[in-house]
Each structure stands twice: as C-alpha cells, then as structure tokens.
C-alpha cells in the first residue's frame, strides 16, 4: 500500500470539494478544477478530510494510490492557495512585457513572440527580465512555463536563454584559439 496513499488530505476553510463515484470537483477562491479519476480507487470524504483507499490489493489499484491522493491534494491546494513559476530571460535585449493578458516576449528573433494566456492562467512581469505564470492547476502553470521557455532554451555557452528562476545551467568552455 501506497504511504503517500495513505495520508488523509486535508480540505481547509473556504474550499468546496464535491464527490460523485470517481469524478472529484473543487472549487475555492482562486478558480474550480474538475477531474475524473480510476474507478480501481475509491475516494471518500470523513469530515473535513478526504481520504483515497485501493478498492482492490491489484497491482494497478496500488500504481493509482498515491497518483490519486497527490492529485486530489494538488486541486485542493491550487483552489485555495494557487501555484505559480517563475522564469528568468538572460541575454542581451532579452525581455518581456505584457499586451493586455498577453504576454509578448523579445527573445533575439525577427519579431516579437506573442504568448496567449490559456484559461484559468495569469502572467506578471515585474521586471523585463522576470515572468511569472500563475493559477490554479499545478499541470497547467508547469506546462504553460514549459511552452514558454521552449522559445529559447537556456544554451551553455553564454547561458543565454529563458530559465527557471533557481535553474543551474552547466557552462562550457569554447573552442582554443590558434596558437
């Protein structure tokens, strides 16, 4: 059995989780998040606790265990708290500012490269150097900052590149010159 499985999820003050068979609703202040999950698990509510157990001991019910409760434990958090990225842009001319919910980069291109905010997700700019993409679903803040910094990822020779804020990027040396 699952340890993290195991864990009860706590649902606090303000937040609205609902349960119908497998399909698991909650909504908070910061948005609502829906999703349908195995039917191998079952998924109750005791309290102001919700608590995930195998309705099986399968292989594939204990694979679903843990997947489940952290699931579960990420909407709870995203509705109330709210989860967010931040991303860095190093290199010379590098920056972003934001066009209405847009965020509109320059990144050493042409043009300029126009982001379109998906449903539910935010974008900040406090600096020209800094973006940070925030919401509710920690799947949809992670993907949207993944798309972002897929316009230029961090290169290691000059380290030029969108990064994340905290992200090691391992330098190398260049070629020796002629002697």
Not at 42 to 61: L, N
Not at 85 to 98: I, N
Not at 118 to 130: L, R
Request: net charge positive; charged share 25%; hydrophobic share 30%.
């Amino acid at each position: 059995m699952s340890r993290i499985g195991k864990l009860p999820i706590t649902v606090p003050a303000g937040v609205d989780v609902t349960i119908d068979g497998s399909t698991v609703t909650a909504k908070g202040p910061k948005g609502e998040l829906t999703r349908t999950f195995q039917p191998v698990i079952s998924i109750e509510r005791e309290g102001d606790q919700i608590v995930c157990t195998p309705k099986e001991e399968t292989r594939e019910a204990n694979a679903f265990h843990g997947l489940t409760r952290t699931l579960i434990h990420n909407m709870v958090e995203g509705v109330s708290k709210g989860f967010s990225k931040k991303l860095q842009l190093v290199g010379v001319g590098y920056r972003a500012a934001l066009k209405g919910k847009n965020l509109e980069m320059q990144l050493g291109y042409s043009h300029p490269v126009l982001v379109e905010a998906p449903e539910g997700i935010t974008f900040e700019v406090p600096s020209q150097t800094e973006i940070v993409v925030t919401g509710p679903s920690k799947e949809q803040v992670g993907q949207v900052a993944a798309n972002i910094r897929k316009w230029r990822k961090p290169e290691p020779y000059k380290g030029k590149g969108i990064r994340y804020e905290g992200e090691y990027v391992r330098r190398k040396v260049g070629k020796a010159g002629k002697d």
